[in-house]
C-alpha cells in the first residue's frame, strides 16, 4: 500500500551542489507533479507531466529540471543548489480528471547550505 | 485566473469546540473543489471533495458544502478532537482551465488549527 514514495526524506547541501530527488508511484496514474512548500506560500508547482516522456513549467521552475523515462518515476533535479531553494518538496500523482485528487508524498526537506 | 482564499491562521480550539475554516474560490469554469489535510512531518492527504454545485463532501466527521451562489467552500467540524491538529489547504480542480491537458490544481495558503485539551 506504498502510494507515492519519495526519497530522500532529508538532505543537506552546500551551494553550488547538485541532486536529484526521486519520486516513484504505484497507482498507475498518468500526471505527477513536483511542488515546493514554503512558510506562508502554501505549494507552488514546479513543473508537473502527463505521461511517461512529457513535462512542464509550472509556477516556479527555474533552477529545477525534471524527467519522466518510467511511468511510474518522476526525478527532480537541482543543478547547483541556491540557499533559495531550501525547502521542502513534494511529489503527487493523480488520474487525468478534474474531479480525482492528487496523492502526496511524504516530503523531502532540503537544506542548502 | 483561479484563486483560492482561506482564512488566515492559526487558529486555536478547546477539544469539543465547534470548527469553521472559510474558504472562497475564484474560478473561470466549473471546478471542483477539495479540502485536503497535512499531519506535522507528513504530505498532505485528502480530506474530502465536491465536484459540483450543492455537493456535499464529508469524511471523519468533517463536511465542506459546495455553494456556487456564494463560491464557497467551507470547511466545519462539530466537535474538534487532539488528533485533529494540523494543516487545512483548500483547493480547486478548473476543468475549464486545461493547461497542456493536466488538470492542475489551485491552493490556498493553509490554516493552522491547534486543538488544545
Known amino acids: 500500500n506504498a502510494g507515492v514514495t519519495q526519497t530522500p526524506k532529508f538532505r543537506v547541501l552546500k551551494t553550488g551542489q547538485s541532486m536529484t530527488l526521486l519520486c516513484a508511484q504505484d497507482m498507475n496514474h498518468e500526471y505527477m507533479y513536483w511542488y515546493r512548500q514554503d512558510p506562508g506560500m502554501g505549494l507552488r508547482l514546479i513543473h508537473y507531466s502527463v505521461g511517461e516522456g512529457t513535462t512542464a513549467k509550472g509556477e516556479v521552475p527555474d533552477g529545477y529540471n525534471v524527467s519522466r523515462l518510467k511511468k511510474q518515476n518522476f526525478l527532480l533535479g537541482l543543478e547547483s543548489a541556491a540557499p533559495s531553494q531550501t525547502s521542502v518538496y513534494f511529489c503527487?500523482?493523480?488520474?487525468?480528471?478534474?474531479?480525482?485528487?492528487?496523492?502526496f508524498g511524504d516530503g523531502t526537506r532540503l537544506s542548502i547550505l | 485566473g483561479d484563486s483560492v482564499t482561506q482564512m488566515e491562521g492559526p487558529v486555536t480550539l478547546s477539544e469539543e469546540a465547534f470548527l469553521t475554516i472559510n474558504c472562497t474560490y475564484t474560478a473561470t469554469g466549473y471546478p471542483s473543489l477539495f479540502w485536503y489535510v497535512q499531519y506535522p512531518g507528513e504530505g498532505l492527504q485528502l480530506l474530502l471533495k465536491?465536484?459540483?454545485?450543492?455537493d456535499k463532501g464529508s469524511n471523519k466527521g468533517f463536511e465542506a458544502t459546495y455553494r456556487k451562489e456564494t463560491t464557497s467552500f467551507h470547511l466545519e467540524k462539530g466537535s474538534v478532537q487532539v488528533s485533529d491538529s494540523a494543516v487545512y489547504f483548500c483547493?480547486?480542480?478548473?476543468?475549464?482551465?486545461?493547461?497542456?491537458?493536466?488538470?492542475?490544481?489551485?491552493f490556498g495558503k493553509g490554516t493552522k488549527l491547534s486543538v488544545i485539551p
Open positions: 503527487a500523482s493523480s488520474y487525468p480528471l478534474s474531479n480525482q485528487p492528487q496523492h
Open positions: 483547493a480547486l480542480s478548473d476543468r475549464s482551465s486545461l493547461r497542456a491537458g493536466s488538470y492542475q490544481l489551485t
Open positions: 465536491a465536484t459540483k454545485a450543492d
